[in-house]
Nanobody, 121 residues
Framework: QVQLVESGGGSVQAGGSLRLSCAASGLTYCVAWFRQAPEKEREGIAT????????SYADSVKGRFTIFQDNAKNTVYLQMSSLMPEDTAIYYC?????????????????WGQGTQVTVSS
């Protein structure tokens, strides 16, 4: 089974930027980023199809976050800009190997360990 390793989290002030990385040990079909804030449900925020590069975003991050990939490195990135305190969460990447590329956590079987992002006001 493919393993996913996230990196790039940290602490930043509101309005700042961070780039998260999700390195996969093998090929994937669809990679998604999710986040989970304390006492909240895990929320899907962005997806990318490994082949065509089609992307989708949750309304909460549209226009501020960009998902992109480096196929040669089997790595998917999440560029986060104009960060707000409400973006504070643990960020996870997840992978699927066929079918659609939805923002629904129950559709993903492979998950990384997560990386903490903290945005201060």
């Amino acid at each position: 089974q493919v393993q996913l390793v996230e990196s790039g989290g940290g602490s930043v002030q509101a309005g700042g930027s961070l780039r998260l990385s999700c390195a996969a040990s093998g090929l994937t079909y669809c990679v998604a980023w999710f986040r989970q804030a304390p006492e909240k449900e895990r929320e899907g925020i962005a997806t990318i199809l490994s082949g065509g590069g089609n992307t989708s975003y949750a309304d909460s991050v549209k226009g501020r976050f960009t998902i992109f990939q480096d196929n040669a490195k089997n790595t998917v990135y999440l560029q986060m800009s104009s960060l707000m305190p409400e973006d504070t969460a643990i960020y996870y990447c997840a992978a699927r190997y066929g079918g659609a590329c939805p923002l629904m956590k129950f559709m993903y079987a492979t998950w990384g360990q997560g990386t903490q992002v903290t945005v201060s006001s």
